[in-house]
């Protein structure tokens, strides 16, 4: 898939921590939780989901948030921006923090949750809205979309 212009570097806003992308997003979210909305300090959270193994890190993180076992949310240990939620589906994915790319400028949700939390006002640009998650079941027609219909890097 040479048309995502892989591989993405990232970083976090003071730079210890750098980051690398091997592989092509499987989708694109927002969250308008009310969770996610506390955790980024701003209206939602966006995210690209990868394979796990797709992302490099350098540097140390830390783990914050919520502490939990699954969806362990990992933080830069100096500057504490979120950068990443491991443990999704078992540790096969990773919801990555689109706005930690140093090119950010492409990305536009595909599918936007919780809108039944989203604050007035907020336009997130995605194509497909639900009032909570999607059921998984929903997630592979989902990917497909994304995968044809998706913005990707110009
Ligand atoms: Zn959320
Ligand atoms: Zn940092």
Request: aromatic letters at 10%.
């Amino acid at each position: 898939m040479t048309d995502w212009k892989l591989p993405w570097n990232a970083s976090c806003l003071c730079g210890r921590v750098t980051m690398r992308i091997s592989a092509a997003p499987m989708i694109a979210m927002a969250c308008h939780c009310r969770g996610c909305q506390k955790l980024t300090s701003g209206p939602y959270s966006l995210s690209l989901m990868f394979p796990a193994a797709a992302l490099d890190v350098q540097g140390e993180t830390e783990i914050g948030g919520l502490h939990r076992d699954e969806s362990v949310h990992h933080f830069c240990a100096h500057c504490k921006n979120w950068l990443y939620t491991c443990g999704i589906a078992g540790g096969q994915f990773v919801n990555f923090r689109a706005t930690m790319l140093d090119d950010a400028s492409w990305v536009i949700p595909y599918v936007e949750s919780y809108v039944s939390e989203k604050l007035p006002g907020v336009v997130s640009g995605a194509r497909i809205s639900f009032d909570e998650f999607p059921t998984a079941d929903r997630y592979p027609e989902l990917m497909a979309g994304f995968a044809t219909a998706g913005a990707k890097p110009q």
